[in-house]
């Protein structure tokens, strides 16, 4: 009985989040979208539209370099803008303190990743660094690392879809477009976290 209880508020909780309507985030920064919007980088991941957020970034609060990144930045006030997303510290910083970030924010060994906002829910979004890339029947995903010399990080042959990471220096919405040119390829989108879960 306390089995099924449980099943019962379980299935009403996640049917109220999903019948949840979006809703204009009261709490975004005017600086988030101002920046979103200078980026001048749309592109659509999960069937959302999503805008890279100029100078933004994120550190997973659990490695060991955020508690020296986080008090240094805090000490010289270089952040314009400084918020939480799950297990993210997410931040705009100025221009120039970015210059060298951004080119390597999307590469698998980074300790920052990209940031992203989304108009209609008004949320901001963790950019991965992953590439999520189906595949169309006799293209493995090798071929596909090899010729546009990107990581192969994750395959499943069985679903002709493969995730794959950029290289140090390259920009992983070029190479998203590159891979939309492929004819070997399906689909190809930037991996981006907007919803984390919430303990109950």
Not at 43 to 58: R, T
Not at 100 to 122: D, E, F, K, M, V
Not at 169 to 192: N, R
């Amino acid at each position: 009985m306390k089995k099924l209880h449980a099943l019962l508020i379980l299935t009403i909780s996640l049917t109220a989040f999903a019948n949840e309507k979006p809703s204009s985030n009261n709490t975004t920064n005017t600086l988030v979208i101002q920046k979103a919007q200078q980026s001048n980088v749309n592109f659509s991941s999960n069937n959302e539209q999503y805008q890279l957020i100029a100078d933004g970034k994120a550190v997973k609060k659990s490695t060991t370099n955020y508690s020296s990144l986080s008090s240094s930045e805090n000490n010289t006030n270089s952040n314009q803008w400084l918020s939480s997303v799950g297990p993210y510290q997410v931040s705009i910083g100025s221009s120039d303190q970015n210059t060298q970030l951004t080119a390597s924010a999307t590469s698998a060994s980074s300790n920052y990743n990209q940031i992203a906002y989304n108009p209609r829910t008004g949320n901001v979004a963790i950019i991965t660094g992953q590439i999520v890339i189906t595949l169309k029947s006799g293209t493995t995903a090798q071929s596909i690392a090899s010729s546009h010399n990107i990581n192969l990080s994750a395959n499943y042959p069985h679903l002709n879809t493969a995730f794959f990471t950029v290289t140090t220096g390259q920009d992983i919405f070029e190479i998203i477009k590159l891979l939309k040119q492929d004819t070997g390829v399906a689909s190809a989108e930037v991996d981006v976290i907007e919803h984390f879960a919430q303990p109950l």
